[in-house]
Each structure stands twice: as structure tokens, then as C-alpha cells.
């Protein structure tokens, strides 16, 4: 399998503003110079000594200029602004991990290259597993990025050893990178000390020397793990004119002129990495006499009582065995356990409640799901991980295997001895951890009951065995070919065997295919960090959690999204809303839930760094805001004032925190505001989203998904549903059909309007400190009064000595041919196409979305639908695993395709769907999966409901709708809005009128249209 990269937006704007702050540098060629020949004796002339090195940044190009670039692009970023210029120069760029981190530093190198023809670069990692993972990373990409550069990066790992390396460095006049972990230059061994030393094998230089001739520019990943004292004095040695630093933990002591962050909630809220689901397992017993019982989860039926699957121990011909059973209300535990004297008194089920996931015996004991009581040894606890684990795993291919993703599991461990074990004539044999693997996978993959439309899904598991379905990646005795602990370095716990590293480097892409039977991996919690496969869903630690690991470690091999058998990552452009629904990392936890997510979150809400912790009318003063057309305006005071009463009266905010309805109303587009600033919704959003919410960073507990939806067949099969399908279920294929000057008269217009390239520009307020009211108010910064404010213009112009190709960008961005972009730029008003030279990036970035707004607009005018021969199968409804949780998300169904409804939202969906089941009128309905779509220019479109009613009880007896809230005062974002026009020309062609689609805010309106 080879992976595909896409081009990401975030990841062009944090390369976008590393390049800003050195605007004003002219693109310059590299300098030549002479590279110290050394001691040359007896080698002749053998030699070129010509070296290129980077260009040092031009004196015209001020520290105040350069700091004036910093605050700019900082202001652009919601970034506080630097006061002083911390470091020449110290750029910080943070990145949560998951989101491309070394992805975006080498697209980083390649815009500087391209902007200012530096070509010289040195990245600086902390661990051998981070080093081992960059590497990798500049291999896989390269393909990538000299598609879109037109060039490749010339990269090596520094090796004391291989000097020469160090010379092609210094003498080659192309794109360079040197990658070095800081221990090779900041240990005590004599290995760190050559890159210092006059060596012979190097002509008697200094490896140093050689490499500062070059003025490298440093990039650091990780810098709160290599950065103390000396290493800082160090650094300076190779004399870099500038330093990029990216992580997604910087020490708050080190935001060095921060210019770009995407940090743990903007990637969540923005769905750029998995969410995060905990299985959490309790212990809420420890007395040795209790007998042992484990809540594995409960079973819920629309039609019978539940059942519960519950571990307890049995007496057995070779002794007692830990099991996991069914039961149900009114079983014996000391019958079903061979008359085990632990169960004699009061283990008999008296309840089994699916609302809060428990389990009650006569006795009064009590557990819920993940709840172990009483003697569990640490075997037991290892074993139940491991089910867990595997039970997950099996939930999570159900649902993804017929989309063609490969789910994998991860477990870390301590001990190789665990895993694999050797007798004296070196012959391998399971470790007590692979022996529990092997029996809880066949108990669990022997039990599966096979559900509709799933036998290829059971056909691939057979295929695979349990032997054959897990593997070890540990460190390698080359000697004995055997596996071994490893050495780990002393201060980070972490491994230091290269070769461990390119093992599973190497195996990266195999472990995504559907070829490979290995699901589950085995592998030294040592080499951790060395693991970053985008596929992996589950991470179990079978080792207890101590003061050093830290949840945010555990989480963050698993958080990357997945990939298909294609190579595509499953993102928001090829999944949608669905991002969330594909991508969940689950956590087994040796710890109870609550607990693992609370230790998590406040993780994670210690590097949240600066972000306010609730709404005021003082997170709007002095911001810059944007209308439609990207014009910026700064808030005063008083509109401050007047934006924040708004968004309580409208009900976003209680308290000063942000109330559900916000999130709700974000979600679905119907995010409101006063007339005066309905044109800047999206910059209020975007300042509201600045602020903590402790809730959206909450893991979801895996257990609390207790309603699997089953699909019935026979509601399926009824005459009303057959009709129905065979009327909304073909596909179709749109074509536009619009003259080309219809739309470059159309842009013209529209650049002629909106067109606004932002002026840079400063406020100065002044202000005094009337009086301390408390401690508190000078905290939230309240104590300080405004008094006056002004705004003070900065005019500048492009650099002359910048090459940029207007037309190409522009066609890039949109599609259109050379041809036609020519004819719009030319056809603009002059002081229009002059904002052009006041800021190059932005004029062709809104120049490029106003077009592409316009196009759409035309084509969605012009679009007609045609009906294929394809059609969509049923399997769309058996292929997915549904589940959801009762009394939260899902609601028991008696007219509905499955047992159960899952609605999205409360206050929409679920009143709509409770009033379809009792309506006299409905015959059945059902709330269309994911998988049936309507393609638009735009994007996929998904209906939400598809309904037939009783024949003479409507005048339209089959219905799609898609559920708004409050459509009178919602303005549909315009994307939105056209790909429901395009469902309605869909629906047109293929059902002539047979079949109505609307958009309804309620059951009452849905009525109203189809009397």
C-alpha cells in the first residue's frame, strides 16, 4: 500500500506564517564559499572545496520590521502579541499530535526554499523513535512534494561514523536536510563528543565547523525534550540565522514568539485527529474471601429482557477457571460455578438495568459495566484488558471492514518475557500474555453470531487464526535471533535500538492491508514512540500506569485519522460528518474511567496554554472581526458590550460559559446573530471557539453505548418499504451545461465588490488603573479602564525581488483553464487588481474563493441530474454497526427499519422521530445511513429521513426530509443551501414527482406538506 498526502489547509497556513515573518527578504540564491579543505596531505587534488551556504537575512530586514511581522501574523492567529522579539530569531509553532507535525515543517522547508532560496536545514530530535520517524517520514513524501515543488530533499541521519556525509552537506547546492537526535551533540560519550573533535577521518576538521559554515537553519521537534541549559548553549554551534520549534507540549516558560497553534481542542473541534473513547475497568473489591466477579456489559433486547455477560470462575477438571458467561435474571452463581463455596450466599440475579449498565444479586451487591469485585490478581486484570481489547477490535471491524479499513490493536508491555518466551535449544514458546490472547480470541471469535449481509466480513475471519493474528515488535539478540528487552536511555525510559525502529517502520504500510493477518501488535512500551501507524483503534497497556506515563502519551499513537486499502485518509473531505463516527480511538484502561478521563483532561488543560476560560464582553474588546467579504473591523468597548448581551440573550451563553444550545446551533448552521453583525458570524465563532470547554475535550466511555441497532428484515420486506427504496434508490450522475462568459462576467462583478485585501494596522489604546476591586478582577484583567483608542495604518508593498505566478496560483486554486483566469484578472477594476501588490498571498488566496464561490453559484443554476442504471442495495442498511446510548442518543422504535433510533439532536430529531412512531399515518420510516448520498459539486449530500406513508392517508405518500430547527430565522450556510438544491433536481429526475423532498423544522410542518 503506498499513502496518499492531501493538501490541508492548516498545514498551509502554519507553513504560511513561518514564511511572513520574513517578509521583505529578497529571494537570493545560495552563496557560494570555500569549505576548509583540511589536512589534504597525499590526496591530492581529488577534492571540489566549493560549499553553498544559506544567505543570512538582509540588514534592510530590521529586528523591528521582523517583529512587526510577527505581531501581524500573530493578531491573524488570535495569538497574543509579542512585546519583544525573543531570541534572533525563536519561532514557536504548536501542533497537536496527529496532525502532521513533520509534514508541515518539510512543506515548511520547501516554501522557505521557494520564497527566499534558502536551502540549508538541520532537525534537531530528542529520541532515536523520533528520528527513526522523521526519517521515514521524508520518504514517504518525497514523491508528494516534488510533484508540487518540482524538486527532492537531499536528507540523512548524522552518524559519527560517516563523515563524508557531512561534506555533500556543505558542497551540494540543492535542497539539504540533516537529521540529528541531540543526544549526538549533547552527551557526555565519546560518540556526542567527535561532532567537536579534530578527527583524522575527517581531514583533522571539526565536524562543526564544517556544518556552521553553512548557517543551517535549525528546526526543533520537541524542543521541551531536548532544550536544557547546555543543549541551548550548544545549538548556538551551528550558527543558525533562525530556529523553528514545533510541538504540541511546549513548556509555558518557552512559547518563544508563538506564530502559529493548532492545540488539542482547535484539532478536535476541527476533526483532525480520532476521537477519544476510554474503556475503563474498576476495582471496587479486594477482599481475598469475596468471590471473583467482572461486569463485561449488558445486553439489551426490544423484545425480551436483558441479559448480562459476566465473569465469574467455574470449577474445571484441571481447577478454576476465570470465565465469561451470559446470565440472566434469576441464575445462581454458586450453581453455574460447579458449587464454589465463594458464590454460596446471595449470588443469584435479581437485576439486570440497561439504563445505568448494572447488575444486582439477592445478596445487595452491585456492579457496573467495567466494575471487577473482589480477589483479582494481576493476571486476571491483564486478562480482562486483553478481552476487552479484543472485543472493541471486533466491534470496530464489523463496521469497517466493508468500507475497506484495516483496524488494528496495540498492546504495550514491559517484559518481552510476557510475549514470547525461549526454551534452552532457543525453540520460541508464548508468554503468558500471548497464551491469553490465543484462548480469549477463539472464546470471543467462536461465539460472534453472525448479523445480515456480514458473511464475507465472517468468511475474512476465518481465514486468519489466532496464531497468526498477532505479532511482537521488540528489540532483536542478531546473535541468537531472539527477542530481548533492549537497552532504554535512562532519563526518557525509551528504547535506543535503531534496528527495533526499522522494523516497524518498514512494516508500516504491510500492517494496513488485508493481506497481512496481523491485527494485533505486541510491542516494548520502551519503544512507544516509534509507533505512530494511522490505523491503529485500540491501545491497551498491560503494565500498571506509573507517575512518568502520562495519559496524553498513552493516547497519542492512536490519534492520527485512518486510511483505506487506497492509501486516503478518512478526513472531513472524503467522510464528512462521519469523521467522528469512523475515527474513535478506544483506551483500555487498567483504571476506572472517570478516572483515566479526568487525569486526561487536566493534561490536556495544562498545555491549552492562555486560552480564556469563559465569555465576557473583554474577549471581544480590541479583536478584529470580518464581515462576508473578509473586510476587517476592530470592536470597541461598547460593541463588546452589545455582542455579548446578544449572545446571552439568544441563549449561547450562561454564566460566562458557553451553554450546549451554542454547540448545537454551530453544528447544524443555525448560529444567529443581530442584523448589525450577522455578516460576521464566522469571526464570532471563531473568537468564541477560543474558549476552554473542559467538555469538548471529555473522552467518551466506550461502555456507554449500550443499544446496537438491528435491522429488520421484515419491515423491510413490507410492500410500503419495497415501493419506497425502488423510488428513491437510483443513483445519479449530474452535468452543467453554462457559457464560460457568463461566469467570468459573473466573477468580475463579484471582485469588483467584495474583493477586500486587509490593511495591516495597530491599535494604541490608552488607559488607566482606576481602582483594585479584588484579587480576582486583576486576574481576568478587569481592574484596567479604557479610555481612548486610535488605529494607525501600515502601508506596505510586495518586494520587488518576489517572483510570483498570479495566474498559475489563481488556477490552481480553482480549476478554471489560464485562459479564463486572464480574462477575470484583466477584466477588474485597476485599484481593485492594485491591492495585489499591498499583500501578494491574500490578494490570490480571497481572489481564489470569491471565484470559486461564483462558480458554484453558476453551476449550481445550471446543474441537471440524469438517472443511472446503478442503484444503491440494501446493504447500505446492514453494512454499518449502529449503536448508541438509551435515554441519551437513542430511543426504542416500533415503525423504524431497526429497533432503535439514534438522533443527533434532542431538540430536533428525537421529537421528530418519537411523533413518525405513533402517527397513525406513517406506515415505516427510516433515518437514512451515511451511506446513502446525493453527489453535488459541493460535496456529498445525506438526507435525513425517508418515510412511507398509508396509501389514502397523504396526497405524497413517500417522503425525504431533512430535519432544521427554526428555519424562519435560519440563514442555511451557502454550501448547505446548494446541495439541497441539488437534492431536489435529484429526487426530480429519478422519481417524476412520485417521491417529495423537502426541508421540515418539525412533524406538525412535515404534515402540512403532504396533506
Known amino acids: 500500500m503506498k499513502l496518499k498526502f492531501k493538501h490541508q489547509k492548516f498545514q498551509e497556513e502554519a507553513a504560511k506564517a513561518v514564511c511572513d515573518v520574513f517578509a521583505g527578504q529578497p529571494y537570493l540564491s545560495e552563496i557560494n564559499y570555500l569549505i576548509d579543505r583540511g589536512d589534504t596531505k597525499g590526496q591530492g587534488e581529488m577534492y571540489d572545496f566549493t560549499g553553498f551556504k544559506n544567505h543570512k537575512i538582509v540588514p534592510q530586514l530590521t529586528d523591528e520590521m521582523i517583529l512587526d511581522n510577527i505581531r501581524k501574523i500573530q493578531r491573524m492567529h488570535q495569538i497574543s502579541p509579542s512585546e519583544t522579539l525573543e531570541g534572533r530569531y525563536n519561532l514557536t509553532i504548536e501542533m497537536e499530535t496527529g496532525t502532521g507535525k513533520t509534514y508541515t515543517y518539510i512543506k515548511t522547508i520547501y516554501e522557505l526554499n521557494k520564497r527566499y532560496g534558502w536551502s540549508k536545514f538541520i532537525i534537531v530530535v530528542p529520541s532515536i523513535a523520533i528520528r527513526e520517524g522523521v526519517y521515514k517520514s521524508f520518504q514517504i513524501t518525497q514523491e508528494h512534494f516534488t510533484e508540487d515543488y518540482g524538486k527532492k530533499i537531499r536528507f540523512f541521519i548524522y552518524n559519527s561514523s560517516q563523515l563524508t556525509e557531512i561534506d555533500r552537506f556543505a558542497s551540494d547546492n540543492s535542497l539539504n536536510v540533516m537529521i540529528i537526535n541531540a543526544q549526538a551533540f549533547n552527551a557526555k560519550g565519546k560518540d556526542a563528543r567527535r561532532i567537536y573533535m579534530k578527527l583524522d577521518s575527517f581531514r583533522s576538521r571539526r565536524p562543526i565547523d564544517v556544518i556552521a559554515k553553512a548557517n543551517p537553519i535549525l528546526i526543533i521537534d520537541e524542543p521541551q525534550s531536548v532544550e536544557g541549559k547546555q543543549t541551548r548553549e550548544n545549538l548556538k554551534g551551528f550558527n543558525p540565522p533562525f530556529t523553528l520549534r514545533y510541538s504540541a507540549t511546549h513548556k509555558k516558560d518557552s512559547l518563544y514568539n508563538l506564530i502559529y497553534r493548532l492545540d488539542a481542542m482547535e484539532a478536535y473541534n476541527k476533526k483532525l485527529v480520532k476521537k477519544i473513547a476510554v474503556k475503563g475497568i474498576a476495582q471496587t473489591g479486594t477482599t481475598a474471601t469475596e468471590g471473583f466477579l467482572y461486569l463485561e456489559g449488558i445486553n439489551l433486547f426490544k423484545d425480551k429482557s436483558p441479559t448480562a455477560n459476566l465473569g465469574f470462575e467455574v470449577k474445571q477438571s484441571t481447577g478454576v477457571k476465570a470465565v465469561v458467561r451470559k446470565v440472566e435474571i434469576g441464575h445462581n452463581l454458586y450453581d453455574r460455578s460447579g458449587s464454589l463455596e465463594q458464590y454460596r450466599n446471595g449470588f443469584t440475579v435479581t437485576h439486570i438495568d440497561g439504563r445505568d449498565n448494572s447488575i444486582t444479586f439477592q445478596n445487595g451487591t452491585k456492579l457496573y459495566a467495567g466494575d471487577v469485585k473482589g480477589a483479582v490478581n494481576e493476571q486476571q486484570l491483564r486478562r480482562i484488558q486483553i478481552r476487552e481489547t479484543i472485543l472493541s477490535h471486533i466491534e470496530r471491524e464489523r463496521m469497517l471492514y466493508f468500507r475497506g479499513i484495516k483496524v488494528l490493536s496495540l498492546f504495550f508491555i514491559d517484559e518481552v518475557a510476557k510475549y514470547k518466551q525461549y526454551d534452552s535449544s532457543g525453540n520460541a514458546f508464548n508468554g503468558s500474555y500471548a497464551e491469553m490472547f490465543e484462548e480469549e480470541y477463539n472464546d470471543i471469535a467462536n461465539s460472534l453470531q453472525l448479523k445480515i449481509g456480514e458473511n464475507a466480513y465472517i ?553
Request: negative net charge.
Open 459 to 1011: 468468511g475474512y475471519l476465518k481465514t486468519i487464526t489466532a496464531e497468526k493474528t498477532h505479532a511482537g515488535y521488540f528489540s532483536i539478540d542478531k546473535k541468537k535471533n531472539q527477542f530481548v528487552d533492549g537497552k532504554v536511555e535512562r532519563k526518557t525510559r525509551e528504547s535506543v535500538d535503531t534496528d527495533a525502529y526499522d522494523l516497524i517502520m518498514k512494516d508500516k504500510e504491510r500492517l494496513l492491508s488485508f493481506s497481512e493477518p496481523v491485527r494485533f501488535i505486541f510491542s516494548h512500551s520502551a519503544l512507544r514512540e516509534g509507533w505512530d501507524n494511522p490505523n491503529v483503534f485500540q491501545i491497551c497497556t498491560l503494565k500498571q500506569s506509573d507517575a512518568e506515563t502520562r495519559k496524553r502519551q498513552e493516547v497519542g499513537r492512536g490519534l492520527r485519522l485512518c486510511v483505506n486499502q487506497e492509501g486516503e485518509r478518512m478526513d472531513t473531505n472524503f467522510l464528512g460528518s462521519e469523521v467522528h463516527h469512523i475515527n474513535q480511538l478506544t483506551v483500555i484502561a487498567s483504571e476506572s474511567y472517570d478516572r483515566f478521563a479526568k487525569a486526561l483532561q487536566t493534561e490536556i488543560a495544562e498545555v491549552i496554554a492562555d486560552r480564556p476560560l469563559k465569555v465576557s464582553p473583554s474577549l471581544f474588546r480590541d479583536k478584529v472581526l470580518a464581515d462576508k467579504q473578509g473586510k476587517p473591523y476592530p470592536v470597541n468597548e461598547e460593541a463588546a458590550l452589545i455582542l455579548y448581551e446578544s449572545l446571552a440573550g439568544y441563549g449561547y451563553v450562561k454564566a460566562g460559559a458557553l451553554t450546549d444550545k451554542y454547540y448545537e446551533d454551530k453544528e447544524s448552521g443555525n448560529f444567529k446573530l443581530p442584523d448589525e453583525v450577522e455578516a460576521s458570524k464566522d469571526s464570532v465563532m471563531g473568537v468564541l471557539d477560543m474558549v476552554y470547554n473542559p467538555k469538548m475535550l471529555k473522552p467518551e466511555n466506550a461502555r456507554g453505548n449500550n443499544v446496537e441497532l438491528h435491522f429488520d428484515e421484515q419491515k423491510f420486506n413490507r410492500e410500503e418499504f419495497k415501493k419506497l427504496w425502488s423510488s428513491i434508490n437510483a443513483k445519479t450522475a449530474y452535468v452543467v451545461d453554462f457559457e464560460t462568459e457568463e461566469l467570468i462576467r459573473k466573477a468580475i462583478q463579484r471582485l469588483n465588490n467584495h474583493l477586500h485585501v486587509s490593511k495591516i494596522f495597530f491599535t494604541v489604546t490608552s488607559g488607566a488603573l482606576e481602582k483594585i476591586e479584588s484579587k480576582e478582577s486583576l486576574a481576568e484583567g478587569e481592574g484596567f479602564r479604557q479610555q481612548s483608542s486610535k488605529h494607525i495604518d501600515v502601508h506596505s508593498a510586495v518586494n520587488g525581488n518576489v517572483k510570483y505566478d498570479l495566474v498559475g496560483k489563481v488556477v490552481a486554486e480553482t480549476g478554471l483553464t489560464r485562459n479564463t483566469v486572464v480574462k477575470i484578472l484583466t477584466g477588474i477594476e485597476k485599484p481593485v487588481f492594485n491591492q495585489f501588490m499591498l499583500n501578494p498571498e491574500e490578494f490570490i488566496l480571497k481572489c481564489s474563493n470569491l471565484i470559486n464561490e461564483e462558480k458554484a453559484t453558476v453551476i449550481i443554476q445550471h446543474i441537471a441530474y440524469n438517472k443511472l442504471n446503478d442503484s444503491f442495495g440494501a446493504e447500505i442498511f446492514t453494512e454499518p454497526t449502529l449503536k448508541g446510548k438509551l435515554g441519551v442518543n437513542a430511543i426504542p422504535a416500533n415503525k423504524h427499519l431497526y429497533d432503535y433510533v439514534i438522533f443527533d439532536s434532542p431538540s430536533v430529531e428525537k421529537p421528530f422521530a418519537q411523533q413518525l412512531d405513533t402517527s397513525s399515518e406513517v406506515s415505516v420510516y427510516v433515518k437514512l445511513p451515511k451511506g446513502f448520498y446525493i453527489n453535488t459539486p459541493v460535496g456529498k449530500y445525506n438526507p435525513d429521513w425517508a418515510i412511507a406513508f398509508n396509501e389514502g392517508a397523504v396526497k405524497h405518500v413517500y417522503f425525504v426530509a431533512e430535519t432544521k430547527g427554526d428555519i424562519s430565522t435560519m440563514e442555511l450556510r451557502e454550501i448547505e443551501s446548494a446541495k439541497i438544491s441539488c437534492a431536489r433536481k435529484h429526487f426530480q429526475a429519478i422519481s417524476c414527482d412520485k417521491v417529495k423532498f423537502d426541508v421540515v423544522e418539525n412533524y406538525q410542518q412535515l404534515m402540512s406538506l403532504v396533506k
